[in-house]
């Protein structure tokens, strides 16, 4: 699946003629994306490594949402092995060195978080809170930073309430035409629940 999702993600981009400025990972899910960029840049255009890392890097975001090691999706190097072994012919990286973009601290597994850590320019958890929470949890990515110091920023999920409300649910809340608003909720304790269950029914 992550495989379908990043490397075919990237190829199906491509078919449809697609050219993204910017490629955004959600989760480590789809960090194999990065490899099948790295190739194309590495074989296909021939920039080494390094450069091709670094152009990766300029047109990559990444953004984590799980506060728990449990979350990150991590892989034993038998099973990597067995659809990256032939990695160098395609990427241009010997396999210990292939097989070290995804690990840090001195991890025996492939984490797809590290993976995508590799080659992301910002990365991010999603708010204030969890950004600190992911700064310890990711720390051995950075040994050479205080925890305080890795570049993990956050940026707060939400929603715009006048497009996320289902109308009939504004009309119980608000009291005129309005459009609805964080105010509007702070009445909602008080509504009528039978109306509001009737709103939920029809949903």
């Known amino acids: 699946q ?8 990237v190829r199906l981009l491509r078919a449809l003629d697609l050219r993204p400025a910017v490629y955004h ?3 480590g ?8 960029r790295l190739s194309r840049l590495v074989k296909g255009e021939g920039l080494p490594f390094d450069a ?15 506060p728990v090691p449990a979350g990150h999706d991590r ?17 241009g990286l010997p396999w210990d060195r292939f097989f070290a973009l995804g690990q840090a601290g001195g991890a025996q597994e492939f984490n ?12 991010n958890g999603v708010s204030k809170l969890h950004g ?3 700064q310890k949890l990711l720390h051995a990515f950075w040994p050479g930073l205080l925890q305080e110091e890795v570049p993990i920023t956050s940026v707060t999920n939400g929603i715009h309430l006048a497009t996320w409300t289902d109308p ?8 005129g035409q309005e459009p609805v608003a964080p105010a509007h909720f702070a009445k909602a304790g008080g509504l009528d629940m039978g109306k509001v269950y009737e709103v939920r029914r029809a949903a």
């Open 75 to 91: 892989f034993a190097e038998d099973l990597v092995r067995r659809y990256f072994g032939d990695a160098e012919e395609w990427v």
């Open 25 to 27: 990972m959600n989760e």
């Open 52 to 66: 091709a890392r670094e152009y990766i890097a300029a047109t990559t975001m990444f953004t984590t949402h799980t």
């Open 132 to 134: 600190l929470a992911s």
């Open 168 to 175: 009939a649910l504004a009309r119980l809340l608000r009291t």
């Open 2 to 9: 992550e495989i379908g999702l990043g490397r075919g993600g």
């Open 112 to 123: 797809m978080t590290y993976l995508a850590m590799n080659f992301a320019g910002y990365v």
């Open 29 to 36: 899910h789809a960090a194999f994306l990065v490899i099948e």
